[in-house]
């Protein structure tokens, strides 16, 4: 049977923690050991950053400032911690970025699309001068 939905929300949840929990769970898990750039590695490296810069980004929450930069310029935050949001956002922008290509590269179906939809505004037009 499959592990019900709670259990597999509270699995995830320690997963999203650092603690010795996640560690016990998660021992043989390749990490790109070896390797100077590699998805789970850089993953694993913005997990302990952002992780790192929970407490900063709380603290800024807690004063209502969203941009790092005003929390340093207003001394929320130190320069050291706005050095460490950065090195974290940094790191998590990398892990999420993804290649962008149209749409038309991407399925067939979308090129059709667009061109039943070309169609279609191309008649609109055409009856809408006609009255």
């Known amino acids: 049977p499959m592990p019900s939905d709670e259990l597999t929300n509270a699995v995830a949840e320690t997963l999203m923690k650092d603690s ?6 998660t ?3 390749y990490l ?3 390797h100077k750039e590699h998805p789970l590695k850089d993953l694993e490296q913005a997990f ?6 929970a407490s900063i980004e709380k603290k800024m929450r807690e ?9 340093r310029d ?13 090195e974290a956002k940094a790191a998590a922008d990398r892990v999420v970025a993804v290649d962008a290509f149209p749409m038309e590269e991407v399925s067939p179906i979308a090129a059709q699309h667009r061109q039943k939809k070309a169609a279609r505004n191309k008649r609109s037009t055409r009856s809408e001068a006609a009255e």
């Open 20 to 25: 010795p929990q996640r560690d016990r769970l």
């Open 74 to 86: 207003k001394g929320i935050i130190s320069a050291a911690e706005f050095e460490q949001l950065a």
């Open 63 to 71: 004063e209502h400032v969203g941009d790092p930069q005003v929390a």
């Open 27 to 29: 021992p043989d898990i």
């Open 48 to 53: 302990k950053l952002v992780t790192a810069a």
């Open 32 to 34: 790109g050991e070896g």
